[in-house]
């Protein structure tokens, strides 16, 4: 249906940030997801039940809201919590539900990690990654310089390990450890 606005204050009510529309369609589709695959697990372990006829494997409802930073920014997450109250006849110790969408240390999606070494990589230093961060995710993606400085700690040291490689079986014909001339 259509409809006229008038005034100015009406019309500037009725625009939308378009990044916020992507973040809350993601936000509605990972929750949906993980819904969906909390009714899965559930459904798969209905007919386990204990002396009592209780099920074993049940809801316990969501966990605390947390930021998940993705390609579509923040989003913020309260994954559903089941409570399992098997035990794993092999080791003894309680059988647990764990999101394959969401594991529980997640921050930020690995798209968003693999971004960063190139970020780095094409010039931008270390107290850069916050300020442009927030302007991507509009958040700091949970990274500080510190952090980020942690970060190329590890890459740099990859990079160590990678050119001292031996290259003796690879068919370069060098075999020399760390060659680097073709």
Not at 22 to 28: I, L, P, Q
Not at 126 to 132: C, E, L, N, R, S
Not at 134 to 156: I, P
């Given at each position: 249906m259509l409809s006229v606005v008038a005034d100015e204050a009406a019309r500037a009510a009725l625009q939308v940030d378009l990044d916020e529309v992507v973040r809350e369609g993601?936000?509605?589709?990972?929750?949906?997801?993980?819904?969906?695959?909390?009714?899965?697990?559930?459904?798969a372990c209905a007919a386990e039940r204990d002396e009592g006829g209780r099920r074993l494997v049940v809801r316990n409802g969501h966990a605390?809201?947390?930021?998940?930073?993705?390609?579509?920014?923040?989003?913020?997450?309260?994954?559903?919590?089941?409570?399992?109250?098997?035990?794993?006849?092999?080791?003894?110790?309680?059988?647990?539900?764990?999101?394959?969408?969401?594991?529980?240390?997640?921050r930020k999606s690995p798209k968003v990690a693999e971004v960063l070494p190139l970020l780095y990589l094409h010039g931008l230093s270390t107290g850069d990654f916050v300020p442009a961060l927030e302007g991507f995710f509009g958040s700091a993606a949970g990274l500080s310089a510190a952090a980020v400085g942690r970060l190329l700690a590890g890459w740099q040291a990859d990079y160590q390990d990678f050119c001292q490689r031996d290259l003796t079986d690879s068919g370069c014909g060098w075999s020399r450890p760390g060659c680097a001339v073709w």
């Amino acid at each position: 249906m259509l409809s006229v606005v008038a005034d100015e204050a009406a019309r500037a009510a009725l625009q939308v940030d378009l990044d916020e529309v992507v973040r809350e369609g993601a936000r509605r589709m990972l929750a949906a997801a993980l819904e969906a695959e909390v009714d899965d697990y559930l459904a798969a372990c209905a007919a386990e039940r204990d002396e009592g006829g209780r099920r074993l494997v049940v809801r316990n409802g969501h966990a605390r809201q947390r930021a998940v930073t993705t390609a579509a920014g923040s989003i913020p997450v309260r994954a559903p919590r089941v409570d399992d109250r098997r035990v794993d006849p092999v080791t003894g110790q309680r059988v647990r539900f764990r999101s394959l969408i969401l594991p529980p240390w997640w921050r930020k999606s690995p798209k968003v990690a693999e971004v960063l070494p190139l970020l780095y990589l094409h010039g931008l230093s270390t107290g850069d990654f916050v300020p442009a961060l927030e302007g991507f995710f509009g958040s700091a993606a949970g990274l500080s310089a510190a952090a980020v400085g942690r970060l190329l700690a590890g890459w740099q040291a990859d990079y160590q390990d990678f050119c001292q490689r031996d290259l003796t079986d690879s068919g370069c014909g060098w075999s020399r450890p760390g060659c680097a001339v073709w």
